[in-house]
T-cell receptor, first 114, second 112 residues
Framework: EAQVTQNPRYLITVTGKKLTVTCSQN?????MSWYRQDPGLGLRQIYY???????DKGDVPEGYKVSRKEKRNFPLILESPSPNQTSLYFC?????????????FGSGTRLTVV | AQSVTQPDIHITVSEGASLELRCNYS??????LFWYVQSPGQGLQLLLK??????LVQGIKGFEAEFKRSQSSFNLRKPSVHWSDAAEYFC??????????FGTGTRLKVLA
């Protein structure tokens, strides 16, 4: 089944404790992206990657890191989480090129930083 | 700069009634346009998409959307709503630079 898999689904952590949210896709998509969803703000892009070893900042990159060493994986790293990073996070992937390709989204990771 | 506006934060309809969710965009060229649905506790699922061609687009779950260039709108419609349609709906606009912008969402409540 074509899918984007995120882990964990739920995470409660303490301020300053490094964490990684994993994301993997099995569709050979070039483009991968991380979004955070907050009430009233919709989805905001954190980082994106257009292919292996190619990453760039989205609209709200502060406090986050990413890497793209393999095409299928795109982990999100919070090196020193803070309470304002409490949010619902989504990983998404899609094809690139001339077509209007929609995203396939993961099921989300609800992160609470206390 | 490109942007997406969903003017209605909440909409409530009765089961069996028709539905229209509004989406207005700002973009300098023909955009890629999308509607996604997010059921409670789930990720977003693509309902339909438009780039060119017929301005009335059919999607999954009985939804359709109409692109109106003169009004910069891409409204989502369904003739008869089912209780299972209760969810949050997001409009999105894309561009050739690969950046997709999402609206803030419209939460649909369906009354039995």
């Amino acid at each position: 089944e074509a899918q984007v898999t995120q882990n964990p689904r739920y995470l409660i952590t303490v301020t300053g404790k490094k964490l990684t949210v994993t994301c993997s896709q099995n569709m050979n998509h070039e483009y991968m992206s991380w979004y955070r969803q907050d009430p009233g703000l919709g989805l905001r892009q954190i980082y994106y990657s257009m292919n292996v070893e190619v990453t760039d900042k989205g609209d709200v990159p502060e406090g986050y890191k990413v890497s793209r060493k393999e095409k299928r994986n795109f982990p999100l790293i919070l090196e020193s989480p803070s309470p304002n990073q409490t949010s619902l996070y989504f990983c998404a992937s899609r094809l690139t090129g001339q077509g209007n390709y929609g995203y396939t989204f993961g099921s989300g990771t609800r992160l609470t930083v206390v | 700069a490109q942007s997406v506006t969903q003017p209605d934060i909440h909409i409530t309809v009765s089961e069996g009634a028709s539905l229209e969710l509004r989406c207005n965009y700002s973009y300098g060229a023909t955009p890629y346009l999308f509607w996604y649905v997010q059921s409670p506790g789930q990720g977003l699922q693509l309902l339909l998409k438009y780039f060119s061609g017929d301005t009335l687009v059919q999607g999954i779950k009985g939804f359709e959307a109409e692109f109106k260039r003169s009004q910069s709108s891409f409204n989502l419609r369904k003739p008869s709503v089912h209780w299972s349609d209760a969810a949050e709906y997001f409009c999105a606009v894309g561009s050739g630079t690969y950046k997709y912008i999402f609206g803030t969402g419209t939460r649909l409540k369906v009354l039995a």
